[in-house]
């Protein structure tokens, strides 16, 4: 009886993250497709001239830029790393 219980969960899982899946693929196309689009068109060294120093004005410059972006507390450091 348990193992039943047990296999009907996990599959209701499986069915539950595969329509999550598909409910969130075309945010995910559209996000790194934008990522693959400014990877290529912004040069690195503007992004280090305008966020890279140790100046209080590069800081808040990152803050106005950073702030709409929708990142989950564990991808901001490699985000961060990234840039």
Not at 31 to 37: E, F, P, R, T, Y
Not at 44 to 65: E, M, N, P, Q, Y
Request: hydrophobic share 55%; glycine share 6%; net charge positive.
């Amino acid at each position: 009886m348990q193992l039943e219980t047990i296999t009907a969960l996990l599959k209701e899982i499986a069915f539950a993250s595969v329509d999550l899946g598909w409910q969130m693929s075309p945010y995910l196309i559209f996000g790194l497709s934008v990522a693959a689009i400014l990877h290529l068109l912004v040069p690195v060294s503007i992004v280090t001239k305008h966020l890279g120093g140790s100046r209080i004005r590069d800081l808040f410059k990152a803050i106005i830029i950073g702030t709409p972006l929708p990142l989950c507390s564990c991808s901001v450091i490699p985000t961060l790393v990234t840039l």
